[in-house]
């Protein structure tokens, strides 16, 4: 069993920035992937951004791309979302996500262990 648990969502001005924490505990925390998706109401679970357990490869959706960067400490069994220019369109929930594999990162059924989600809201 992996638990995780996201912290540093917030209120943010539109071109403003946040960074997320996602802190993981349980088992090995570099046996996984790390994923982050979001969901804003009423629509479904997106893609954002995800890194491999060494954290040599990261991907990112399109949307956010340039404006986002994933990244991991596996000392501290912690992985980050930096998230700059954030826009209106970027308000959601964000779920940080832990998969023991190491491709097709962008698919959410592939995640075994999902976080409780932060508010992020993005005031224009």
């Known amino acids: 069993q992996v638990q995780l648990v996201e912290s540093g969502g917030g209120l943010v001005q539109a071109g403003g920035s946040l960074t997320l924490s996602c802190a993981a505990s349980g088992r090995s925390f570099t046996d996984y992937a790390m994923g982050w998706f979001r969901q804003a109401p009423g629509r479904e679970r997106q893609f954002v951004a995800a890194?491999?357990?060494?954290?040599?490869?990261?991907y990112y959706a399109t949307s956010v791309k340039v404006r986002f960067t994933i990244s991991r400490d596996n000392a501290k069994n912690t992985a980050y979302l930096q998230m700059n220019s954030l826009n209106v369109e970027d308000t959601a929930v964000y779920y940080c996500?832990?998969?023991?594999?190491?491709?097709?990162?962008?698919?959410?059924?592939?995640?075994?262990?999902w976080g409780q989600g932060t508010q992020v809201t993005v005031s224009s």
């Open positions: 890194i491999t357990w060494s954290g040599g490869s990261t």
């Open positions: 996500a832990a998969s023991p594999r190491q491709y097709g990162l962008g698919d959410p059924n592939i995640y075994n262990y």
